[in-house]
């Protein structure tokens, strides 16, 4: 099956700093990557979409100039989270899409628990 | 956003079967019907999904309407790992975007 790999699995920060989370394909390329945020007990909510070698689109209320993300291979898409402040501790997950076909579906990693001091 | 509606939660006993409903009734001809899990503190885990007609894995089977607007997750035998929360999404695929509603909370009673 598909594999999704994040890293880290876990960060602690001080307000202010920067933090970046990798999210990986394993074993195949995607062709697209999504970002996900999830407070406690809440369902996931999408943050962003990203495709290999172009800027990503944003959902609506999710500023771009501080969850920078970057998809330069068809394995790899990192989130950096700037000037992070303690409201943006929350679970983050990626997933990823091969659009083989029209039926694929999406993988998920296991997410990226940032607490922000 | 196509939507759908599933119950808060439901409990089942380990080792019995346990089905879980989904309500789609305003699904378009080209949305797939999509089942994903989430175990605590993990990413969502793909089951199972279909279009039209029934479809069985090794994780479970998926029993569609044949008006297509409602849709049955049935897990055979019901273990501990899972209880988890399910979500049941209309999806077209590829790089389009799963949006994912409250889902419903499975208990598995031992």
């Known amino acids: 099956g598909a594999v999704v790999s994040q890293h880290p699995s876990r960060v602690i920060c001080k307000s202010g700093t920067s933090v970046k989370i990798e999210c990986r394909s394993l074993d195949f390329q995607a062709t697209t990557m999504f970002w996900y945020r999830q407070f406690p007990k809440q369902s996931l909510m999408l943050m962003a979409t990203s495709n290999e070698g172009s800027k990503a689109t944003y959902e609506q209320g999710v500023e771009k100039d501080k969850f920078l993300i970057n998809h330069a291979s068809l394995t790899l898409s990192t989130l950096t989270v700037t000037s992070a402040h303690p409201e943006d501790s929350s679970f983050y997950i990626c997933s990823a899409s091969a659009k083989r076909t029209s039926t694929d579906t999406q993988y998920f990693g296991p997410g990226t628990r940032l607490t922000v001091l | 956003d196509a939507k759908t509606t599933q119950p808060n939660s439901m409990e089942s006993n380990e080792e019995e079967p346990v089905h879980l409903p989904c309500n789609h009734s305003?699904?378009?001809?080209?949305?797939?019907i999509h089942w994903y899990r989430q175990l605590p503190s993990q990413g969502p885990e793909y089951v199972i999904h279909g279009l039209t007609s029934n479809v069985n894995n090794r994780m479970a089977s998926l029993a569609i309407a044949e008006d297509r607007k409602s849709s049955t997750l049935i897990l055979h035998r019901a273990t501990l790992r899972d209880a988890a929360v399910y979500y049941c999404?209309?999806?077209?695929?590829?790089?389009?975007?799963?949006?994912f509603g409250k889902g419903m909370k499975l208990t598995v009673n031992p």
């Open positions: 305003t699904i378009s001809g080209t949305d797939y």
């Open positions: 999404i209309l999806y077209q695929g590829g790089s389009e975007k799963l949006v």
